[in-house]
């Protein structure tokens, strides 16, 4: 059974917590609703709520096959596909194949449209998008956008729901908890520091955030004490 490569999850574990409240945030926000895109124009549209958008990528359930956008035949060099060319230059620059392959064949993997929404996910990551969108675009195809629009809410830092949000992202990739839990301060841009066994984090309103982890890499309790 085929497997992404470590370096490709580390990196997606660096986005998972975040990540995960994003996408809630997006579905919150966008109605219930048919949709349309109009790809020259770079835009999107869901019910009333119109928006600028990019083509992350596609996937093809028939040849188990995930393609980039900034590898479309069809729209390579376009507008449309911009934004997602930032994360063939990142795959490059860490060198993770991953990003770098304009077409990834899924079919060795367990579950090959899990597969699909993994990379998305991470492309997600790697541009900072507020989420992205998979809609059906034929029989067996799925089209898969990112939001490039500020009117798209971002979800902030809540400490009440810090413990519940660090468990979801770790629960995700199930790689490395300690790059969920760095990523997601990183990503809120809040002073962090570690050691072998915790993670604190200096949160707004003069809180520190205490993440421990077992020998296994594996949390183990998320503490949020007032300092003094």
Not at 49 to 75: C, F, H, K, S
Not at 141 to 161: E, I, K, N, S, W
Not at 165 to 190: D, K, N, Q
Request: a negative charge; proline letters at 7%.
């Amino acid at each position: 059974m085929i497997k992404f490569s470590a370096a490709f999850l580390y990196e997606t574990e660096a986005h998972a917590a975040w990540g995960a409240a994003q996408l809630q945030a997006l579905s919150d926000f966008l109605p219930q609703a048919s949709w349309s895109a109009d790809l020259p124009a770079c835009l999107y549209r869901q019910g009333a709520v119109e928006m600028r958008i990019a083509v992350l990528g596609t996937y093809d359930a028939e040849d188990q096959t995930w393609m980039w956008g900034w590898a479309n035949p069809g729209l390579g060099g376009t507008p449309v596909v911009a934004l997602t060319e930032t994360i063939e230059r990142f795959g490059r620059s860490g060198h993770i194949a991953e990003f770098t392959a304009g077409t990834l064949d899924l079919s060795g993997f367990a579950d090959p449209r899990h597969a699909a929404e993994t990379l998305a996910f991470a492309g997600m990551g790697v541009v900072g998008a507020p989420g992205y969108i998979g809609m059906p675009a034929g029989p067996t195809t799925q089209v898969y956008f990112l939001p490039d629009d500020p009117q798209v809410p971002r979800a902030g830092l809540d400490p009440v729901t810090l413990p519940r949000t660090l468990m979801t992202g770790a629960s995700l990739i199930g790689h490395s908890p300690r790059r969920v839990v760095t990523g997601y301060f990183e990503h809120h841009r809040v002073p962090w520091r570690e050691d072998d066994h915790q993670v604190l984090a200096e949160l707004p309103g003069n809180t520190t955030a205490e993440v421990d982890f077992d020998t296994a890499g594996r949390i183990t309790a998320i503490r949020l004490p007032t300092l003094r």
